[in-house]
């Protein structure tokens, strides 16, 4: 085989560039952009051809060297973060982007942060507004706090209020609340950030009144309560309700602070979840400032919610770290339309996806999943499908021990493994993420909206079509 012949027979830039399909490329993806997949391609070729030793191999993909050249400038030129389709039936699934957004809400964002808006102006005075002032007065109505602002996520609202009401005094938190959220977020080391000390009381699962009283000193500057969103001490426990501490602290003039994590607003226990202490019930037990994510149970864009006393509130607004943290106005804005929607709590819980999906009645997943089955059995995939009854999560460090009855479709390839379907799956269009157990595909349909059904029949034939 004679090396020097296949080199010659790659075609030379100029003559690439003459050609039709590549001079298209050019109008669409700019010169730059083309010339450099010209160049990464044509020496992929030779490295090739180099350590080729079968001719006909190397001649086909000479030939092919317009297509590996396109197929690299459209890959550039595509976005990598995508619609994904959500079977694993984790309702806030954190590495999906957690609270999927109210489309209708989106519809009106578009036109919002697409042009100028009144972010941070008055409209009524016509000079410089708060971007705060969009959604104060809401919240306030919501729970009862006298003022409230918002931050880039509560990790960032817990770093402000410790730094604006503890910086270099120490912080009172119960042993049993030294919680860490997934991504690394510990409330140890985010008191240290924000200058303020740590002072730990009581024990793992008991933490008594006395222990808060004995702790307090001169230095104290604030109670800090943190909800174990993510996990539970059970059995033989005890811990001190705000209820409790807002007169100790008040003692003292110094605030009661809860991060409450999720931060609900709908008393999720009428709708047969475990009960959640909503932020309402946090300020009616005297919390003297709150916070919460926006993205969590909320079902909104993330931000981190903060609300309490105007005093407080104030001094957060006037912090230089804010001007850090501050939210954008796409944030501002989805966050007045969510809050909105709590005006009207049945609407809420149709609209708010977040909501729709974990009041969704184990019925109504059933008859979904059957519908998503029929369609599939329509279409002749060589898989076995099935229905089965399985439990949603609501994930996102919210509810820990809440399992939801739901209904999943199951897939049993036929021409392939679990794992090998699984992977192909996540290469789709659409890219589906299910869960996976027992050599079996699981599809749990409370996190799948029924306007994919279709689509996902698609999808999976065409993935059966590359497997013959
Ligand atoms: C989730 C959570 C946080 C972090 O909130 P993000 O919005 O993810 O930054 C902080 N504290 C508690 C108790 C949480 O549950």
Not at 107 to 129: F, P
Not at 191 to 219: F, I
Not at 334 to 340: F, S
Request: net charge negative; hydrophobic share 35%.
């Amino acid at each position: 085989m004679d090396k020097n012949q296949l080199y010659r027979r790659i075609p030379k830039v100029d003559i690439l560039l003459e050609k039709e399909e590549i001079k298209e490329l050019i109008t669409r993806y700019g010169r730059e952009s083309v010339m450099e997949a010209v160049r990464e391609e044509t020496e992929a070729l030779r490295a090739f051809i180099g350590k080729c030793r079968d001719e006909e191999a190397a001649l086909e993909k000479t030939e092919q060297l317009p297509r590996a050249i396109r197929e690299r400038v459209v890959r550039l030129h595509t976005p990598n973060m995508r619609t994904v389709i959500n079977g694993t039936g984790t309702v806030l699934h954190t590495n999906l982007g957690r609270a999927p957004i109210c489309r209708e809400h989106m519809e009106r964002l578009t036109d919002l942060v697409s042009g100028y808006s009144n972010l941070e102006y008055s409209l009524e005075e016509g000079k410089r507004g708060e971007r705060y002032s969009h959604f104060e007065k809401l919240l306030c109505r919501l729970t009862g706090a006298e003022a409230a602002m918002a931050v880039n996520n509560n990790a960032a609202a817990v770093m402000l209020i410790l730094s604006s009401l503890a910086k270099g005094g120490e912080v009172v938190v119960s042993r049993g609340e030294l919680v860490e959220i997934g991504g690394k977020f510990r409330i140890p080391d985010v008191m240290e950030q924000s200058g303020a000390s740590l002072v730990e009381v009581g024990t793992t699962n008991k933490t008594h009144y006395t222990d808060y009283e004995d702790a307090v000193t001169e230095e104290t500057k604030a109670l800090l309560k943190v909800h174990t969103s993510n996990y539970r001490i059970v059995g033989f426990t005890e811990s001190v309700p705000i209820q409790e501490l807002a007169p100790l602290a008040h003692k003292h003039g110094i605030p009661v602070i809860e991060d409450l994590g999720s931060g609900v607003l709908i008393d999720l226990g009428k709708y047969g979840l475990t009960y959640e202490p909503t932020v309402q019930d946090s300020i009616r037990q005297g919390a003297d400032v709150v916070c919460f994510s926006g993205d969590k149970l909320l079902g909104g864009p993330q931000a981190g919610i903060i609300i309490g006393k105007k005093e407080y509130i104030d001094r957060m607004k006037k912090n230089q770290l804010t001007r850090a943290l501050r939210i954008d106005k796409f944030t501002a804005a989805a966050l007045e339309l969510v809050l909105m929607e709590y005006l009207h709590e049945e609407k809420a819980l149709e609209r708010i996806p977040v909501l729709r999906m974990i009041t969704e009645p184990f019925a109504s997943v059933s008859e979904r999943a059957g519908k998503l089955k029929q369609i599939l059995d329509e279409r002749k995939l060589s898989l076995q499908t099935g229905l089965e009854e399985c439990e949603s999560q609501i994930g996102g460090g919210s509810l820990p021990l809440e399992r939801i009855p739901s209904m999943a479709v199951t897939l049993k390839p036929e021409s392939m493994t679990v794992p090998e379907m699984e992977e192909r799956m996540r290469h789709l269009p659409v890219p589906v993420i299910p869960r996976t157990a027992n050599d079996t595909i699981y599809l749990d349909v409370r996190t799948i909206e029924s306007r994919w059904f279709e689509t996902l029949a698609d999808m999976l034939e065409n993935l059966e079509g590359k497997t013959s």
